[in-house]
């Protein structure tokens, strides 16, 4: 397992689901977790009892807010060494029902937010030579999922961001990876059962035997079964590991 003694590490979306996981783990391997998202109230739960999760309030699609919260963050805990871009959401709309406004909404939440968190944490890791970006995408971002196509071209996006920042960086000690899970059990995807539901008659059995359906080993996944991606990522057997998309999909089709 990576020692991460001192190591001040910064998890968006870390209150909840895959976050959450990956946040618990770095911090059980020694790290200092600051976990973001909008509600104070999951944030406290999350780091309640929990050694080393510090919770801290920043919305990921205000420039304003990434910008003062990882400014926080680094006054209390120091500089940022390992960055998890892991805020997101996920909802599946035909083309025909999205419109601008929730378009945006995806890009700003899941494209933007990863764009401005790492932009912000970025330096801290240039300056010690010594770093490790992880973004959530998505086994979308690796092939069309169907009905989502808002959905689909943010998690892309996100891959894009990853490989052409690991080709700006190569020679330095930071590493920037993707990892792309198929579908997890966590509160994203309990929503996206009623949404799947409500396409096809409100039916939320059939709709999570579609999801656990596409996973050739019939189940949804654990969040630790990505922690444990992320952990590998940070750890040093990793580190010549850049650019890269790790799908955790259970075969995923
Ligand atoms: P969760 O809903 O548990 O986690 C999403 C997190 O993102 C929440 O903690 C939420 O906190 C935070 N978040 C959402 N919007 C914002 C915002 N504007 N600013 C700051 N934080 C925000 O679901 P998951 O753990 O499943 O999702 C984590 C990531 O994994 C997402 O990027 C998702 O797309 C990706 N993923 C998930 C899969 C799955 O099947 N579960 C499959 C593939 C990818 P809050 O609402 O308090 O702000």
């Not at 909840?16 to 770095?26: F, K, M, Q």
Request: glycine letters at 12%.
């Amino acid at each position: 397992m990576a020692t991460l003694t001192a190591k001040h590490a910064l998890v968006t979306g870390g209150g909840s689901g895959i976050g959450l996981a990956i946040a618990r783990a770095l911090a059980e391997a020694g790290a200092e977790v600051t976990i973001t998202g909008r509600r104070r109230e999951v944030l406290d739960e999350a780091a309640q009892g929990q050694p080393g999760l510090h919770p801290l309030i920043m919305d990921v699609t205000d420039e304003a807010s990434v910008a003062e919260g990882i400014a926080a963050a680094r006054a209390a805990h120091g500089p940022i060494a390992i960055c998890v871009a892991n805020a997101g959401i996920a909802e599946g709309r035909s083309l025909a029902k999205t419109s601008l406004e929730f378009w945006r909404q995806i890009m700003a939440t899941n494209l933007d937010g990863a764009f401005l968190t790492i932009r912000e944490c970025l330096p801290d890791m240039l300056a010690a030579d010594w770093g490790r970006v992880i973004a959530m995408s998505s086994v979308a971002g690796l092939k069309g999922l169907k009905g989502a196509p808002a959905y689909t071209a943010s998690k892309h996006g996100v891959i894009g961001l990853i490989r052409s920042l690991s080709e700006d960086h190569l020679g330095t000690g930071v590493t920037f990876n993707a990892i792309c899970p198929g579908y997890v059990d966590t509160p994203i995807v309990a929503r996206n059962i009623d949404s799947i539901a409500a396409r096809i008659g409100g039916d939320r059995d059939k709709a999570l035997a579609i999801m656990v359906g596409s996973n050739r080993h019939k189940r949804l996944l654990e969040p630790e079964e990505i922690s444990a991606a992320a952990m590998w990522l940070v750890g040093p057997g990793s580190q010549s590991v850049n650019g890269q998309t790790i799908e955790i999909a259970g075969g995923q089709m």
